[in-house]
Each structure stands twice: as structure tokens, then as C-alpha cells.
């Protein structure tokens, strides 16, 4: 066998590697879509967590797109932060983090820090640990490594005291 028949054999299996990942992705993705449109905040952050990691998706979908389906991009960029929005909204904790990041980092909406912090405080009110962290951080500038082997000011208190002279009252 020739090097270029090889190299057309192994493309070949790539290529049905790739479709037969693809085809079990998208059954995920409709079975997420189907939980989220039924109103699961939980499926909401998994669909959110799933669309924001499409660059493979994007590339898989472009090569293993079997002929005669539409090779147009069905992933939206902005579809991730619909459906965490969703999810933060709804409650859950560990979106009401991610969508904090997003505003306060201007990731995908307009940087508002104020909004940021505003959904971490969500967060961390129903006890999700990176959010008292990340908050106790940022009201304090003191980073765990720095405060090594101290003890830590209670976070709550010092969230509802930032909270009462920055963000206006409760």
C-alpha cells in the first residue's frame, strides 16, 4: 500500500471517529435542551457549561458533518450565557458564581462589577464556597496564600457590610 492510500484510510477512520462522537454529543445536547426547556436550573447550567465549550464542537462539526446535512454553525457564542442566565436565575448557586465572573470580567455582556459582585453575594448567601471566597477576597484584598495560618474575619459579615455602604440598602 502507497503512503497516499494510507493517509486516505486513516482520514477515512478519523473522519467516522469524529461522526460517531459527534452524533453521541449532539444526543447529549438534545436531552440537555429537552431538561432545560422543561425548566431544571440544574440542566440550564450543564447546557450553559456544554455550549461555552463548543470550539471542538465547532471544528468536529465542520469535518464530520455527513454529506447532504447543512454544514452551517448551529452553535450560537451567546447561547451559553442565555441558558446560565437562566440557571442563575433560578437559583442555582454554582451559575449565580459563573454569571458574576461573566459581568465582572465583561465576558460576553457589558463589564459591570458591581452586577458581578452583586451575583457572587447570591451565591455565596446559599453557602457555595467559591463565591465566600472569592468574596472575602475582594472585600478584604487578602488572598488565602497571604493569610496563611490566620484567622479568617467571618465572610457574612463582612459581605453585609460591603454590601449596606456600596450597593445601597437592603
Not at 20 to 25: A, N, P, V, Y
Not at 62 to 83: I, T
Request: glycine share 8%.
Amino acid at each position: 500500500m502507497d503512503k497516499k492510500s494510507s493517509m486516505k484510510i486513516i482520514f477515512m477512520l478519523l473522519l467516522f471517529i469524529c461522526s460517531t462522537k459527534l452524533s453521541k454529543m449532539m444526543d447529549m445536547e438534545t436531552d440537555l435542551r429537552r431538561e432545560a426547556g422543561a425548566g431544571n436550573v440544574k440542566a440550564h447550567f450543564a447546557l450553559s457549561s456544554y455550549l461555552k465549550n463548543t470550539p471542538f464542537l465547532k471544528w468536529l462539526y465542520k469535518v464530520a458533518v455527513p454529506p447532504g446535512v447543512s454544514k452551517e454553525d448551529p452553535y450560537d457564542d451567546q447561547e451559553h450565557l442565555k441558558w446560565l442566565q437562566k440557571s442563575a436565575e433560578g437559583g442555582y448557586a454554582e451559575a449565580q458564581f459563573n454569571l458574576g465572573m461573566a459581568y465582572y470580567n465583561g465576558e460576553g455582556f457589558p463589564q459591570n462589577r458591581t452586577q458581578g459582585v452583586e451575583w457572587w453575594m447570591k451565591a455565596a448567601a446559599q453557602r457555595y464556597g467559591p463565591a465566600e471566597l472569592l468574596l472575602l477576597q475582594y472585600l478584604t484584598g487578602i488572598t488565602v496564600k497571604e493569610n496563611e495560618g490566620k484567622e479568617l474575619t467571618e465572610p457574612e459579615h463582612l459581605v453585609k457590610e460591603h454590601y449596606k455602604g456600596t450597593f445601597g440598602k437592603q
